[in-house]
Each structure stands twice: as structure tokens, then as C-alpha cells.
């Protein structure tokens, strides 16, 4: 394990630093950390499908901070707004959705996290 610099010089861990980021993003591989995971497959042609986007509640774990942008790093602690897009997926998750990657009007897939 290596030490990072930042917030009190934490820990650096795989689960929190260097696996799938938080945040709403496009594409990249979906979190299954509700949930044991779950094959996605194409209702209409079986095909494995492909993360299109996650929509998270927050931007990044107040706890470490490491995908925060760099911006905000300055900002005091109080101060920092892990949600500034104000969304709440369920019980604070975050919204998979799934597409065909054989073809696009196949009906689309989700999972709440």
C-alpha cells in the first residue's frame, strides 16, 4: 500500500482510490457494491450488455476525497458539496443503465445500487 497526499495523508485503497470512480459519468464498468452482481444481458438478443451511464448521488466520498476535483481541494471541508448536481437515486445510490451493444433500439436495462 502506498500513502497518498491529501486528506490527512491517508491510506490509499483499492476499493475507495483506484477501482470505478464516483460520480455520474459515461461508460466504464458498473458498481455492484449493493448487490453481488447481476449478468446484464439483452432482453431481445441475449447479447451482454454494456454500461451507458451511471447516475450517482454524489460526486465523490466525503471519507477520502480521492476522485474530488482538484478545485475543490482548497475548499474547506464544510464547505465542499459532495452533491453539487442535488440528485438522490433511491436511498442515496446511484442508477446503472445498460445498452445493447449489438443494437441500439433494444430496449435498455437498469440497476439501483
Not at 16 to 38: A, K, N
Request: glycine share 8%.
Amino acid at each position: 500500500m502506498r500513502w497518498r497526499d491529501g486528506l490527512d495523508d491517508e491510506l490509499v485503497t483499492y476499493h475507495h482510490d483506484l477501482s470505478i470512480p464516483q460520480g455520474c459519468r459515461v461508460g466504464g464498468c458498473p458498481s455492484w457494491h449493493t448487490t453481488d452482481p447481476y449478468p446484464m444481458n439483452c432482453e431481445a438478443c441475449a447479447a451482454p450488455m454494456v454500461l451507458l451511464l451511471t447516475v450517482d448521488s454524489r460526486e465523490w466520498d466525503g471519507a477520502n476525497g480521492s476522485w474530488m476535483p482538484t478545485e475543490e481541494w482548497d475548499v474547506a471541508g464544510y464547505l465542499r458539496d459532495r452533491c453539487p448536481t442535488k440528485l438522490t437515486i433511491g436511498r442515496d445510490g446511484l442508477l446503472n443503465l445498460f445498452a445493447c451493444p449489438t443494437e441500439p433500439g433494444h430496449p435498455h436495462r437498469w440497476s439501483i445500487q
